[in-house]
């Protein structure tokens, strides 16, 4: 009895440790992409800068004209995608045709498994 209380009292410690394992390993994995996603725009911003530069342009960092705000660029990328999917039109009608012959092996009472 006691040996079973013990390995009750094993088994449900294992199980809270891996619960509380998975838990940490998704919520850490959420905060490096909410991090990642967060700053790749700054990454991106960044190259683009450092282009400029090596060309000889200059950017002052008080125009923000390289960033490009959320609506616009939602408006960007339904266009692509509108565009992108350039396929017919369908009339989203089902057409259903009854077939004279309905004989079919498949259905047939002859070949039961009951033959006698």
């Given amino acids: 009895m006691n040996h079973t209380i013990l390995a ?3 088994t449900l410690n294992d ?3 891996i619960a509380v394992v998975g838990y940490v390993i998704v919520f850490s994995a959420l905060v490096v992409l909410f991090f990642v996603f967060n700053n790749f725009s700054k990454l991106i911003n960044y190259n683009i800068r ?3 530069r090596r060309e ?3 950017f002052d960092e008080k125009e923000k004209h390289l960033e490009v705000p959320g609506d ?3 408006a960007i990328s ?3 995608y509108m565009y992108h999917e350039l396929h ?3 009339s989203n009608i089902i057409t259903i045709k009854r077939v004279s012959k309905r004989y079919s092996p498949w259905s047939s009472k002859i070949y039961g498994l009951r033959n006698y």
């Fill in 8 to 10: 009750l009292n094993t």
């Fill in 15 to 17: 199980g809270i440790v």
């Fill in 50 to 52: 450092k282009k400029l």
């Fill in 56 to 58: 000889g342009k200059a």
């Fill in 72 to 74: 616009v660029a939602a």
């Fill in 78 to 80: 339904m266009a692509i």
């Fill in 88 to 90: 017919d039109e369908e």
